[in-house]
C-alpha cells in the first residue's frame, strides 16, 4: 500500500468523521489518504467510547483504503495494522503485544487502539475503509491516570518526547507492507506474526460486552482471524468482534 503525505489539521473533532462525511459528499479521496490532527476532540473509539487527544500529544490520523478484498477478508485488516503498529512500537525498544481484534499493549497496558468504519459510497467489487489510529505518543503520567483502564504512552516508556509528524512517518512505513501481505494472503499471511504478539492465547478469557459475554479458553484463531473461544462444555464457538478479558 501506498499512503499518501499526509494532510495535518491543527484541530478535528473526530478524523474518522471529518474524512466519512466528505466521503458521504461525494469527495474524490483517493486510497492512502491520511488526514492527521494536533488536536482531537471528539474521538471515537469502539463501542462509542471516547478518545480525546490534547494539543501535540497524541498522534491521531486516520486513513482511507480501497481493496478488493472479499467481506470475511476484511475481518483480518484491522489485525495487519496492528502488526505494523507493534513493529514500529519495537523499533524504538518497547516490546509490543497485541490484543485481539486490534489493541497494542506495552506491559499490559493499553498505547494504541483503531476504529475501523465502511464508508457508504458503493464502489464495484471494493470496500471502502476508513481507518482511524489513536497511538499515546507524548501522553504523560497526569493524563494516563484520568483513564479508566491501564494505558501508557511512548512517552511513559522511554522517557522521551517524540515529534508527531515524524512518528506518523515512521507508522506509515510500517503499517503498509502488513496490509500488502494482507491483500495478497489474508489473515494465512498474518497469523504466524500475530500468534506470537497476541495475549491470552490458551488462557481462559470473557469475550463480549455487557449482558451478551462468554468464557472459554482463547484456543486459536479461524481462517479469518475471527476468534475460536472453547467452552466448558468443549464446544468451540467462533466471534468476530467483542471485547477481550482476562478472568
Not at 153 to 164: A, I, K, P, Q, V
Not at 181 to 207: D, K, P
Amino acid at each position: 500500500m501506498t499512503f499518501l503525505s499526509p494532510e495535518w489539521r491543527d484541530r478535528v473533532p473526530s478524523t474518522n468523521t471529518y474524512l466519512l462525511q466528505r466521503l458521504s459528499k461525494g469527495d474524490a479521496i483517493p486510497s492512502g489518504y491520511v488526514l492527521a490532527a494536533r488536536e482531537q476532540t471528539a474521538g471515537r473509539g469502539r463501542y462509542r467510547r471516547q478518545w480525546i487527544a490534547r494539543a501535540n500529544e497524541n498522534l491521531t490520523f486516520s486513513f482511507f483504503l480501497i481493496t478488493k478484498a472479499a467481506f470475511p477478508q476484511l475481518a483480518s485488516l484491522p489485525i495487519a495494522i496492528a502488526l505494523g503498529i507493534a513493529d514500529m512500537l519495537d523499533a524504538h525498544g518497547l516490546n509490543a503485544q497485541t490484543k485481539w481484534p486490534n489493541d497494542v499493549l506495552i506491559n499490559g497496558a493499553k498505547i494504541c487502539g483503531m476504529l475501523l468504519e465502511r464508508s457508504d459510497q458503493k464502489r464495484p467489487d471494493s470496500a471502502a475503509i476508513v481507518t482511524g489510529i489513536g497511538l499515546n505518543v507524548n501522553m504523560d503520567a497526569t493524563s494516563a491516570a484520568l483513564i479508566d483502564r491501564p494505558v501508557t504512552s511512548m512517552r511513559l516508556e522511554t522517557g522521551r518526547d517524540y515529534d508527531l509528524e515524524n512518528a506518523l512517518a515512521q507508522l506509515l512505513s510500517t503499517i503498509a507492507p502488513w496490509i500488502d501481505r494482507w491483500e495478497s494472503a489474508g489473515f494465512a499471511a498474518l497469523r504466524t506474526a500475530w500468534e506470537r504478539r497476541c495475549i491470552y492465547l490458551g488462557e481462559q478469557i470473557s469475550v463480549g460486552e455487557g449482558a451478551d459475554v462468554k468464557t472459554g479458553t482463547l484456543e486459536g484463531f479461524g481462517d479469518h482471524g475471527q476468534l475460536l473461544l472453547c467452552g466448558t462444555d468443549g464446544r468451540v464457538r467462533e466471534f468476530w468482534a467483542g471485547d477481550v478479558a482476562a478472568i
